[in-house]
């Protein structure tokens, strides 16, 4: 009798299967239409997180310059409305005697840009620390696409965060939160580099979660709660973002003369740096090596 191709396969040629692999052939047996799965509103696996957000920084990494860098631009002058309610509740809360009340009602409005941000689709810097790197560190995709993001982002993001402070001041004959701006601008040039440093870090750390905890889920109210949970613990905490901090350290400069450019940029190159550092190597790096570790071959039965 005739033997197939296959019969003469060694058993050694034939590739092992993930763990995760034979778990989606049970789920796919368990459910007759995949779409089915695609659109559930339940928690995602991390390794389909891992892969969605490969495919979405892939997306990102290879979308034209001029496109990437006006919604960058658009995402920081969004941005600039939680630096107008944050400065008005610190211009309101002036005279309270109480730094805990101060903290908990900043870090109440603080969510509130950031929100209109994240849903808009525009892109803030603070997003892709960690979401870029993924497709690089899975190598579908250079450091140089990766530096090419990160530098026209920033670029958009910075510009975006001084058109949005000029527009602030210019109407702040009925904003009336100029007292706010200063204040903020003297938290952010009062810490030395090795704080506001650690403090970006954190702050990235944070941002780079949310965004991350927006691809673990599926509808509009889980990724408002997921960015209300991170920002909010960024402006209870009085940690530095940079794309926020540029637009309340620029609004600064325009209504105050005790602020310099030399301070606007020492805190801003600071803060981008921290972010950085925070949400590519503690959420990318860290994420991107966890899950894929725990890929391994699923045991022979």
Known sequence: MAQSESDFLDKNDIPEKTSRTVEREREEARYTNVIVKRIDESTRHPDDILERTIEEGQEQLYRPFISLLLSAFAAALILSFTVMAVALVV???????????????????????????????TQLFTEHTATAIYPVLDKRASPKRLLRLWATVILGNLL?????????????????????????????????????LLSAVLAGWLMAIGAWL???????????FAIYIVTFLIGLGGLHHSIAGAVEMFAALLVSPQFTIQQAAFFIGTAVAGNLIGGSIFVGVLNYAQIRSTQLPAPRS
């Open 91 to 121: 211009s309101g809360l002036a005279n309270v005697d109480e730094p805990f009340v101060s903290r908990v009602s900043v870090a109440l409005v603080y969510p509130l840009g950031f929100i209109l941000c994240v849903l808009s689709g």
């Open 160 to 196: 975006g965060a001084f058109c949005g402070a000029l527009l602030l001041t210019s109407t702040d004959k009925v904003i009336g939160a100029s007292a706010g701006y200063e204040a903020i601008g003297h938290h952010l040039v009062s810490y030395p580099f090795k704080d506001l």
């Open 214 to 224: 927006l691809r673990a889920s599926a509808s509009a109210t889980s990724h408002i």
